[in-house]
């Protein structure tokens, strides 16, 4: 459960360890997703400013969008179930 001084006797322990414990675990993978994404997107902006990438050669950056899109899409479902459930 979240720390000592939580007391909420309303709803049941087992219910409430169990939420909590996927609470953590499903914001903590995603929090690793976008740190992972925004250090794809990093690098990319960086290689980008480099001159790396042009009309003929763009397959990482669109492969990093795709990352970062896939990151996005995944919050529009994690957030309604952990927030307005």
Do not use: C, K, N
């Not at 169990?18 to 990319?44: D, E």
């Not at 042009?54 to 996005?72: C, F, S």
């Amino acid at each position: 459960l979240p720390g000592e001084a939580y007391r909420f006797t309303e709803v049941p322990r087992v219910g409430a360890s169990l939420f909590f414990t996927l609470y953590y675990l499903l914001t903590g993978i995603h929090a690793l997703h976008v740190t992972v994404g925004v250090s794809v997107l990093t690098v990319l902006g960086v290689r980008s400013a480099a001159g790396t990438f042009g009309a003929g050669y763009a397959t990482p950056v669109e492969l990093g969008g795709m990352y970062w899109h896939l990151v996005d899409v995944i919050w529009l479902f994690v957030y309604p179930i952990l927030y307005l459930s």
